[in-house]
C-alpha cells in the first residue's frame, strides 16, 4: 500500500498572501524503461497526475510522465483570500488516488 | 578460424564503436523530433516568442535519477490575463514528455519546482501559455555523468 504524502505549508497566512507549498509522495515512479534481471520490461507504474485544489477550486494541475524522479515532489504556489482547506491529490497508472488535506488559517 | 591479428581486431572494435555511435545519433535525433512535435502540439502549431521563462536546472547533473528543476513564468497571474499552463520536455529523453503544469488565477505565481530524470546530456525546453493565448519559450542545456533511465 501507498505511503502517506508529506506535505510543508503554513498553518496561517494573510488574506492575499502568496504561500509556498512544497509536497512529496513516496512512491517508485516505476518508468516502463528498466528491465528486470531476465530481461523482460519491467511495466510502468507512476502517478501520473497531481491535483492541488484550495476549497473547491483548482489551484495547480500537474500532469507528470515517467521523466518524473521517485517519489514525486512538487513545489508550487497558491494566493489565499480566505481560510479554508487545500485537497491534494495524486493519480497511479492503477487507477489508485492517494489524498490529502491540510487547513489553513487566513487573517 | 585463425586468430585475429592485433590491427584486425583493433579495426573491428573501432568499426564497431562508429557504428554504436551512429545509432545513438539515431536515436537522439528521433527523440529531438518527437519533442518538437510535443511542442507544436502544445502550441497548435504557433511559433512562440523566446523569453519570458526561466528554467532552473544543475549545469551538471551527477546522477541523471534525480536532477532539481524549477521553472518560473514572468507574468500577471490576475484573473483575466494568467500563465494557464506550461509545458516541461526533455529532448534527449526515449520519452521527451517530463510533465504539463497548469496555473490559476489562485497559483499566485507561473512557478513549480520538481525533481527529474534525465537520460543524458540534452536540452530542458519549457513553453508556457497564457490565458490570452500567447506562447512563450526558453531551454536549458543539462551536462549528465550518468544517465537515469535503468537498463
Known amino acids: ?107 | 578460424m585463425r586468430p585475429l591479428s592485433r590491427r584486425a581486431a583493433l579495426a573491428l572494435g573501432a568499426a564497431g564503436a562508429a557504428l554504436a555511435f551512429i545509432g545513438l545519433g539515431r536515436r537522439a535525433s528521433a527523440a529531438a523530433k518527437e519533442a518538437a512535435d510535443m511542442i507544436a502540439k502544445f502550441t497548435g502549431g504557433k511559433t512562440a516568442e523566446q523569453g519570458k521563462i526561466s528554467i532552473e536546472l544543475p549545469e551538471i547533473a551527477e546522477n541523471g535519477n534525480t536532477v532539481p528543476l524549477s521553472i518560473s513564468v514572468d507574468g500577471s497571474m490576475t484573473s483575466d490575463n494568467y500563465v494557464s499552463e506550461a509545458l516541461v520536455v526533455a529532448d534527449g529523453n526515449p520519452n521527451p514528455g517530463v510533465a504539463t503544469f497548469q496555473f490559476s488565477p489562485l497559483s499566485g505565481k507561473a512557478e513549480a519546482s520538481t525533481r527529474i530524470r534525465l537520460a543524458t546530456t540534452q536540452n530542458i525546453i519549457v513553453v508556457a501559455r497564457t490565458s490570452k493565448g500567447e506562447f512563450f519559450t526558453n531551454q536549458k542545456l543539462v551536462k549528465v555523468t550518468i544517465g537515469g533511465c535503468g537498463g
Open chain 1, 1 to 107: 500500500m501507498a505511503e502517506k504524502p508529506r506535505l510543508k505549508l503554513p498553518k496561517e497566512a494573510k488574506k492575499g498572501e502568496i504561500i509556498e507549498i512544497k509536497t512529496l509522495l513516496p512512491h517508485i515512479m516505476e518508468s516502463g524503461q528498466r528491465k528486470d534481471k531476465d530481461g523482460k520490461p519491467i511495466p510502468r507504474k507512476i502517478i501520473n497526475k497531481f491535483v492541488c485544489e484550495f476549497n473547491g477550486k483548482a489551484v495547480f494541475v500537474a500532469s507528470l510522465e515517467p521523466a518524473i524522479a521517485a517519489n514525486p515532489y512538487m513545489q508550487f504556489h497558491a494566493t489565499v483570500e480566505e481560510s479554508g482547506t487545500f485537497k491534494f491529490s495524486w493519480t497511479d497508472d492503477d487507477g489508485v488516488i492517494i489524498t490529502a488535506e491540510e487547513t489553513i488559517t487566513v487573517t
